[in-house]
């Protein structure tokens, strides 16, 4: 096969076109196409594949999943390509294979990998979007058993499922995508559990501290509304937001904005007074610097904050347009009038700012 002695090959750039070419295998729907292979130079005009049975199908989806297997589980530069493919298309694939086939390739991959909170959203998808149309009962509590299956018992790695992606990227495994004009659809499910779960966590100070060591600098999406159900439980605040700084001096990575911002933001709530010396304290750390408005803007914009962000801009740690992503309409206009009077000192794109603060008043 010619897939397989490409990937064999010593060629970089050849090995990355033949993991790609296997996502692509996996492809279910959606196909479109404007020629086929045709003749090429001299020789006699190729023929494509066409299958003739279901089953030949279906052995053209293992043979791409079970390549792509083999790649996610090894230590190839390639691994983490081949488990995006094949969790992108897990959901196309429950639709036409055996469940038992689909997790046992998962199984594999999170023996070898660690918790796979993608292969959980597409399952997630399945049984919203798919259920309903058409699959068989036993199919369908097939995949349901399959999700619960796969949950973590870890709180800290249920954490990480409910807000690693978007809020509506999981779905509650026990409802159906309804198309109805006026159906009413649960947007916040993801969203319920990670309260839930922060509340867990935040009554156990070990938990605590692996879930900050976990998420501080790991990419989520959804992880704010964590951080501050998580800090309204928390003994003893300061100490964790400490921790979350530690943290994210020690790491290579980058800091999640979302989830000290969450810290932040709740303390504030708490504890005015604690909020605005924790937005201090984070302003001197030198990773952080390139997130200060993110970090500001978490609190109150009251004349302290203003004051801080006209110190950023005088010594340049940031430009006046990131300004705008302040939330300034909540701002006193009289605490305001500083920081305007110093963008009009920043040429055209103080000027630009401006503008864009005024129009949030109008």
């Not at 083999?70 to 493919?85: C, L, M, P």
């Not at 689909?102 to 597409?122: K, L, Q």
């Not at 998808?125 to 349901?144: H, I, M, N």
Request: aromatic share 6%; hydrophobic share 40%.
């Amino acid at each position: 096969m010619i897939l397989d002695e490409g990937l064999r090959s010593p060629n970089g750039a050849e090995r990355t076109i033949c993991v790609d070419a296997l996502g692509r295998m996996l492809t279910d729907g959606h196909f479109t196409r404007t020629g086929g292979v045709e003749q090429i130079g001299s020789a006699e005009a190729m023929q494509d594949w066409r299958p003739r049975t279901y089953r030949e199908v279906w052995d053209f989806y293992r043979a791409a999943m079970s390549r792509l297997t083999t790649i996610a589980t090894s230590n190839d530069v390639h691994a983490e390509t081949a488990r995006s493919h094949l969790a992108a298309h897990i959901r196309g694939l429950l639709s036409h294979l055996p469940v038992a086939e689909i997790r046992a390739m998962i199984e594999a991959v999170t023996s070898h990998s660690g918790f796979w909170p993608e292969a959980i959203t597409a399952v997630s998808d399945w049984l919203y979007f798919d259920r309903s149309k058409g699959a068989p009962d036993e199919r369908a509590r097939e995949v349901r058993q399959l999700y619960s299956d796969l949950l973590p018992a870890d709180p800290i790695e249920l954490a990480v499922l409910y807000t690693h992606g978007w809020q509506t990227d999981l779905h509650d495994p026990d409802t159906n995508y309804a198309r109805e004009h006026r159906a009413k659809h649960d947007f916040e499910y993801s969203m319920r559990q990670a309260i839930a779960i922060a509340d867990t966590i935040a009554q156990d100070k070990t938990l605590t501290r692996r879930a900050v060591e976990r998420m501080v600098c790991k990419e989520a999406h959804g992880i704010s509304v964590f951080t501050n159900a998580s800090m309204r439980k928390v003994a003893d605040p300061k100490a964790v937001f400490n921790h979350a700084l530690a943290m994210v001096e020690a790491s290579p990575g980058e800091p999640n904005r979302g989830f000290l911002g969450g810290l932040v933001s709740d303390v504030h709530e708490r504890d005015p007074a604690l909020g605005k010396s924790l937005v201090k304290q984070a302003l001197k750390s030198p990773k952080l610097r390139s997130h200060a408005i993110a970090i500001i803007g978490s609190g109150s914009l009251e004349s302290d904050e203003i004051s801080m962000v006209i110190s950023l801009l005088q010594s340049r740690d940031i430009q006046p347009w990131e300004c705008q992503n302040l939330g300034l309409s909540r701002a006193d206009v009289k605490a305001l009038m500083p920081l305007l009077s110093e963008l009009e000192n920043h040429g055209a794109d103080g000027l630009w700012t401006i503008l864009d603060i005024i129009d949030m008043y109008l």
